[in-house]
Structure formats: structure tokens, C-alpha cells
């Protein structure tokens, strides 16, 4: 079946530094990769996709690229900021009628 | 934007009664879902639906139901709740991402702000 490993938080940062949260999957087809991101007392929004091996998804200074070789989608961003502290969640989906599988959420927090 | 909205914030209920959990969507989607958020297990799948009176079983459907009577509403129902569905439950839409075979969940989910259940 599908899964998604992705590193225990929390990841602890000082503003601009830089951030590296690792994403790594199983998938039995050629799925669609994602990151969500849930601010504290939110829903989960999405943040960036990627639908296709070396695309890369950016949003809002994060990026991920689509490694298909080492089944990665691994999130950066070159500069942290305080109002980035959330967890972020890496999810796959399958090409047909499956669902979204999530990985259980890294806890980013960014200290001032 | 779309917009999906869970009824309640927080709700405090008592081990054996039905608990009704609402959420509504205003952007004409055909897929809804239920999870539940537990700390160190992320979000796990109870159930879906992607058209009116239809329903899938998730990953975790066990003391729960789901009522899909409307397009825009979806109703997670716990027959008699227990201490251990004291969780944080998102509900999201989506709509479909592809066309006939191709169809897929590539469209992405919209979530409600949650409701957190506890039951004593």
C-alpha cells in the first residue's frame, strides 16, 4: 500500500535560517505529491504540488521537488519566518480513485 | 475561496450518545471527506464520498457513519460515542481532478478549521 515517512518534529529554527523538513514515500503507481501546511487552530491548507517526477511545487518561498529515484519530495525554504511556525504535513495521491495518504506532520517552530 | 465549515468548535459529550458532526461546503464539490488529527498519527481517513448518497469506507470506520443526503453537506455520525474517538476531526471537499477513467483526487483538499470532540 501507499505510505508517507516524514522526519518527528519539532524542527526548531532562529528567523532566516534555513529549513530542510524530508518527505520520502511508497507508491505502488506514479502518484501526485503534496505539502499542506495547518497554522495553529486551522484547517490544513495546501502549500504546494508537484504531479510529475522533477516538477518542482513552490509556494510562498518553499519549494519541493519531485525525486522520483529516491521517492522524495522534501520541503525548503531559504529564509524562516516567525509566522511560518505550523506543521506541515507531505501527502501522496494515486492516479485513479484512491484518496489522499498523509505522513503524521512535522511541528515547525521559528523563534525571533 | 472556497469555503468549508464544520458546525461546531469544540463539543464536550458524554461516553454512549450520538454525536452528529456537520459540515458544509459552498463551492459545489464532489468529494467529501472525514478524518480524524491524533498527536504522533497524523490524519487518518474514516470516510469519503464523491456524490450524493454515496459513501467509502476510510481507513478507520469503525464506530462511525456518514450521511451525504445533500451535495454540500456531510454528516460524520458516532452511534455511541467512546473515550477513545476523543479526537480532532477535519472535514474537507475537493473536486474531481480529471475526466472519465482519468478521474482522480489530484484537485486539492479544502478543509474546514476542525472540531475538536471530547468525550468523558
Known amino acids: 500500500g501507499n505510505s508517507v515517512t516524514q522526519m518527528e518534529g519539532p524542527v526548531t529554527l532562529s528567523e532566516e535560517a534555513f529549513l530542510t523538513i524530508n518527505c520520502t514515500y511508497t507508491?505502488?503507481?506514479?502518484?501526485?505529491l503534496f505539502w499542506y501546511v495547518q497554522y495553529p487552530g486551522e484547517g490544513l491548507q495546501l502549500l504546494l504540488k508537484?504531479?510529475?517526477?522533477?516538477d518542482k511545487g513552490s509556494n510562498k518561498g518553499f519549494e519541493a521537488t519531485y525525486r522520483k529515484e529516491t521517492t522524495s519530495f522534501h520541503l525548503e525554504k531559504g529564509s524562516v519566518q516567525v509566522s511560518d511556525s505550523a506543521v506541515y504535513f507531505c501527502?501522496?495521491?494515486?492516479?485513479?480513485?484512491?484518496?489522499?495518504?498523509f505522513g503524521k506532520g512535522t511541528m515547525l517552530l521559528v523563534s525571533p | 475561496d472556497v469555503k468549508v465549515t464544520q458546525s461546531s468548535r469544540y463539543l464536550v459529550k458524554r461516553t454512549g450518545e450520538k454525536v452528529f458532526l456537520e459540515c458544509v461546503q459552498d463551492m459545489d464539490h464532489e468529494n467529501m471527506f472525514w478524518y480524524r488529527q491524533d498527536p504522533g498519527l497524523g490524519l487518518r481517513l474514516i470516510y469519503f464520498?464523491?456524490?450524493?448518497?454515496?459513501?467509502e469506507k476510510g481507513d478507520i470506520p469503525e464506530g462511525y457513519s456518514v450521511s451525504r443526503e445533500k451535495k454540500e453537506r456531510f454528516s460524520l455520525i458516532l452511534e455511541s460515542a467512546s473515550t477513545n474517538q476523543t479526537s480532532m476531526y477535519l472535514c474537507?471537499?475537493?473536486?474531481?481532478?480529471?475526466?472519465?477513467?482519468?478521474?482522480?483526487?489530484?484537485?486539492?483538499?479544502?478543509f474546514g478549521n476542525g472540531t475538536r470532540l471530547t468525550v468523558t
Open positions: 508537484a504531479t510529475k517526477a522533477d
Open positions: 507508491a505502488t503507481g506514479y502518484p501526485s
Open positions: 501527502a501522496l495521491s494515486d492516479k485513479g480513485y484512491s484518496t489522499l495518504t
Open positions: 474537507a471537499s475537493s473536486s474531481w481532478g480529471g475526466f472519465g477513467l482519468q478521474r482522480s483526487y489530484n484537485s486539492p483538499l479544502h
Open positions: 464520498s464523491y456524490d450524493v448518497k454515496m459513501k
